[in-house]
């Protein structure tokens, strides 16, 4: 009997050979996701009679000669907090009105459905795409597929522990200050937050409206820019979507780093207190590995890193009060898991001339990341990289949400400034838990991203690497 | 007072006007925290943004 395909690209070549159907596909996913449940927890709501009808219709379409592109026919996971037409919306949350998820898709899922994926269910979060896991709002709680007693990071849950656990192909995140690097960092994947306004957040509960993304996680680079390139786009309905073309996000790929430059912000991204040794080495390592593939290294900086942590929480969480100040000030607060209430307990403490401020700061941030870029071919860079995360995940034990908002964190900049960043696996700890980095380019440059992100995938194997959890379930559920 | 004082005075203030209901424990959590709050804040009032424009671009268009 066949293995399953590892990656999206994989599985596109697989289904036109013949060499799997998209239904024996999608069979084999819906085994692992139900056999998962009671451990990596990963879905809110497996859709198996939605799954199958949509994986039929792709094969149809194969057979009649119709092929919509590299998505036709390959499951995809939706995080809960994406509206889908046919199935509820729950923010894992009780605070969320059933009646906000009666409605057509999302405008992203829109685009995948046209594209032929299949719809394959609703992924796990952290409650409204913020707080931590809380065992008494009733929802499962996703679990890292390289070690059980460990998150799998957030708020794209999920997303993150179906993706490493190799239960599905690729799923949908969204990302206000780190929700989709995060994750990816955390399980060994790959997971881009686009250009701020590239992809439509409508059809989305929102977090922060000026921060928020929807954006692709799957195992590698290439995965995330094939689903990329379905999911960009103008989207009249939102009033963040920009409106410009859609490049190639495929189209740099050549597998190449030479003549790349690569900005090194070292002061704070290599540099803050809480950064773990076995993070700053691996993505030192990293860095030299590609410059020994041809990429050249340039020390860039940012002076006002760590007041963008700043001024992006206070952007998050304003805009979040905004948004559930009618339920924090009710009856329904305490239906909040208890972390989420907490978190969002602090929007009442800033004053709108923090919240301006705030504003009037990411002009400042955004011309030090120009500065940090220069110009293109005049001794400017093409790309920036720094870590992801400043450890590996931590334990579900001990979880101390005042001292997590102390930390630094190198994530929430991007979100701020809107650039697009790609996390993509760097390497592993001494403990075995993956690390990853983050690709950052120019505004609406994703292909440079995906070129850099990419061509570092073909002279490193870490984002093949398989938890022993998703080894076991490669044994167990094989397409008949 | 205290600055425990004055970070209790202040979240009862803002708690009385926003009437959103908390438990004792996230009462003094907040108070516990409240000195975090003042220096992100603070952190963001830099001579540089002094003059800056904020971020802010609302569209003066019936198309969106």
Redesign the interface.
């Known amino acids: 009997m066949p293995e399953l395909p590892l990656t999206i690209a994989e599985a596109a070549e697989w289904l036109r050979s013949g060499k799997i159907t998209s239904v024996a596909l999608t069979e084999a996913q819906l085994a692992r996701a139900h056999a998962t449940q009671d451990t990596l927890a990963a879905f809110i709501l497996i859709m198996d009679e939605v799954a199958l009808a949509g994986a039929k219709q792709a094969d149809a379409d194969f057979a009649a000669g119709i092929d919509k592109g590299p998505l036709q026919g390959i499951p995809i996971g939706v995080k809960d907090i994406i509206a889908t037409k046919d199935a509820p919306s729950t923010a894992n949350s009780r605070v969320l009105d059933p009646a906000w998820g009666q409605r057509d898709d999302a405008s992203v899922v829109k685009k995948l459905r046209e594209a032929g994926t299949v719809i394959f269910g609703k992924l796990g979060l952290h409650e409204f795409a913020l707080g931590w896991p809380d065992p008494d709002t009733g929802f499962r709680i996703p679990k890292n597929p390289w070690e059980l007693t460990r998150t799998p990071g957030g708020s794209s849950s999920g997303t993150g522990a179906a993706v490493g656990g190799g239960v599905i192909l690729g799923g949908l995140g969204t990302c206000t200050g780190g929700s989709v690097r995060g994750p990816a960092s955390y399980c060994g994947i790959s997971g881009i937050k686009q250009t701020f306004g590239r992809v439509s957040k409508e059809g989305c509960v929102p977090l922060g409206y000026?921060l928020d993304h929807i954006g692709p996680m799957a195992r590698t680079a290439r995965d995330c820019a094939i689903m990329l390139q379905v999911m960009a786009g103008y989207d009249?309905l939102d009033?963040c979507s920009v409106d410009t073309p859609v490049p190639d996000m495929l189209g740099l790929m050549d597998g190449s780093l030479a003549g790349v430059r690569i900005g090194v912000p070292r002061d704070y991204f290599f540099t803050v207190p809480n950064l773990d040794d076995d993070v700053k080495a691996t993505v030192e390592a990293a860095l030299d590995a590609m410059a020994a593939a041809g990429a050249t290294l340039v020390e860039v900086a940012i002076p006002?890193a760590?007041?963008a942590r700043?001024?992006q929480?206070?952007t998050m969480v304003s805009e979040a009060y905004a948004y559930h100040?009618p339920d924090?000030?009710s009856e329904k607060?305490?239906l909040y898991g208890k972390y989420t209430?907490?978190a969002f307990?602090?929007g009442?403490?800033?004053?709108a001339a923090?919240y301006?401020?705030?504003?009037?700061?990411?002009?400042?941030i955004?011309q030090e990341c120009a500065d940090a870029f220069g110009t293109k071919g005049q001794g400017g860079v093409d790309v920036l990289i720094v870590p992801t995360m400043a450890s590996v995940a931590p334990t579900f034990a001990g979880y101390d949400p005042?001292a997590m908002?102390?930390s630094y964190g190198f994530t929430p900049i991007w979100n701020l400034t809107g650039l697009p960043a790609i996390s993509i696996p760097a390497g592993f700890s001494d403990g075995g838990m993956p690390i990853g980095m983050q690709v950052v380019g120019r505004p609406m440059d994703e292909p440079t991203v995906f070129k850099v992100a990419d061509a570092y995938q073909q002279i490193t194997d870490w984002h093949l690497a398989i938890p022993p959890l998703a080894q076991e379930l490669a044994k167990e559920a094989l397409p008949a | 007072m205290s600055d425990t004082t004055d970070a209790a005075a202040q979240i009862d203030l803002v708690l009385a006007k926003t009437g959103m209901p908390v438990t004792p424990e996230e009462r003094e959590r907040l108070i516990r925290v409240y000195p975090m709050i003042a220096e992100w804040t603070g952190a963001l009032r830099l001579p540089e943004t002094r003059y800056a424009e904020p971020a802010l671009i609302y569209p003066a268009t019936f198309d969106r």
């Open positions: 000026s009249p009033l006002h760590d007041a700043h001024a929480r206070v100040e924090l000030t607060s305490a209430r907490q307990q602090l009442a403490f800033y004053s923090d301006v401020n705030a504003q009037r700061l990411r002009p400042l955004r005042d908002m102390r």
